[in-house]
């Protein structure tokens, strides 16, 4: 459908566009690329084309199709080299170097401070009953990794009462800030190298819980999120993996170690 969304957006930009979105003072492009660049190129002709701030954070490709991907990646590389009318910057240096992995461009970048979010989280006082812990949204959450972690965490709390409870944060359920701020803690398993969830809640002073780098590398390693750029990369480094291919055995298998180490969830 990608042709049908192209003409569609086509026809808005020259037809039905209103004002207000074609005659601003800049436009702030927060991504996928891909918009923000075909929102250049469709541009009404006999327009001025506006000054553009890009701040990304997250794929560079998302939502491009793989017969686009080489060329807006060349855009890419065009548009931070080259246009007057375009500044690009990330939201972190580790989002800087993915940017310079898949396009070869380094961007100069301004981590997102959440200022507002300063303060909003209060630790509680006196005896604690228990912790409430919210599992923070991200596409890991819907994996199949996640199922698993969800039920051996249950059996294992069945057996040893932790005093800690769960609530899944997934897709359909949204709360505010407020509301978030009000559990004790926030366990976040993030798929992507970076994510703007991570400095809300760092903003935030709440207490979050993240993956050990072992565990990490794991989610990005399996290959079940086609966004995570290192997943190539470390597939071949796992040892799991090395001793399925040694037996001849699919990389699409998922041996238990891929899963857990007894060191990921002391």
């Known amino acids: 459908k990608y042709q049908e969304l192209l003409i569609q957006l086509s026809s808005f930009l020259q037809s039905g ?4 979105l074609l005659q601003p003072d800049l436009f702030l492009c927060t991504r996928p690329f891909l918009f923000c660049w075909l929102l250049r190129d469709l541009w009404p002709v ?9 701040y990304y954070s997250g794929p560079l490709l998302f939502d491009t199709t793989e017969a686009q991907k080489l060329r807006v990646l060349q855009v890419f590389q065009q548009t931070v080299l080259t246009s007057k009318l375009d500044l690009v910057v990330s939201s972190s240096v580790l989002q800087s170097a993915w940017m310079l992995s898949m396009a070869g461009t380094a961007v100069p970048y301004v981590r997102p401070h959440a200022t507002s979010l300063r303060g909003l989280y209060v630790p509680p006082q006196g005896q604690m009953n228990g912790i409430r812990a919210l599992v923070l949204r991200s596409t890991w959450v819907g994996s199949i990794m996640a199922q698993a972690f969800q039920k051996v965490f249950a059996e294992m709390d069945a057996e040893n009462p932790s005093g800690v409870t769960l609530e899944w944060l997934g897709a359909g359920k949204f709360l505010s800030y407020q509301e978030i701020a009000n559990f004790h803690a926030a366990l976040f398993l993030p798929e992507q190298p970076d994510k703007l969830t991570f400095w809300e809640q760092y903003e935030m002073s709440m207490p979050l819980w993240l993956p050990s780098s072992s565990w990490w590398s794991k989610i990005h390693s399996i290959g079940e999120f086609r966004y995570s750029v290192f ?15 040694a037996i001849g055995a699919s ?16």
């Open 17 to 20: 566009a209103p004002e207000e």
């Open 46 to 54: 006999g327009l001025p084309q506006v000054p553009m701030l890009h």
């Open 231 to 245: 997943a190539h990369r470390w597939s071949a480094e796992l040892p799991e993996l090395a001793e399925l291919s």
């Open 251 to 266: 990389k699409s298998c998922f041996p238990q170690p891929v899963f857990f180490e007894t060191d990921d969830l002391e």
